[in-house]
């Protein structure tokens, strides 16, 4: 198993650029996520998806857009890029069904400068 | 909104001693589950520990153990036998509802 990747490592954007952050996961979890990381802080949730075509929002869901058309993949989507996008991106993922929590895994990260 | 606080930016610990790191968590709700991660420089997110609110027996992970106090909302992780590869961030979690929230962090430094 791969587990979580994403794709890509680092990216420069120029204000007003769009661009798509990848995410995929070869565990079939239902529960995929995405979180940003600003210095000094914690990870805040962006989006999440319980399941192929189920989305919802997070803590922080403005100037984002996802989808998830498959178990495997959830796209993250900036359509109009701000300075104030610029952080690191962890997506994570982790088994729903059960009667407990299951562990979520997360991705290496992507760190997106937006100039 | 659900908030989780973190009040020490920074603690240090000797190699081989105990160290003790403070969360607190703001919730109506009564079943949720906290968490506490360890981010080392990769950046990479590790599972240290795990606890359900409905169970009142605090968790233990080998040298991580917690304090769970509901009622005062507070749940700390007391690392024991430290070692050089605890350096890291760590941070608080709160999960209820699949919506996730973190702490800003401690910074926990291992002398030798």
Redesign the interface.
Known sequence: NAGVTQTPKFQVLKTGQSMTLQCAQDMNHEYMSWYRQDPGMGLRLIHYSVGAGITDQGEVPNGYNVSRSTTEDFPLRLLSAAPSQTSVYFCASRILSGSSYNEQFFGPGTRLTVL | ?QT?TQSQPEMSVQEAETVTLSCTYDTSESDY?LFWYKQPPS???I?VI?Q?AYKQQNATENRFSVNFQKAAKSFSLKISDSQLGDAAMY?C?Y?YN????????TRLTVKP
């Open positions: 909104a989780v589950y950046r990479q997110m599972l795990r359900e941070f979690a999960d699949n919506d996730m929230r973190f702490g800003a962090g």
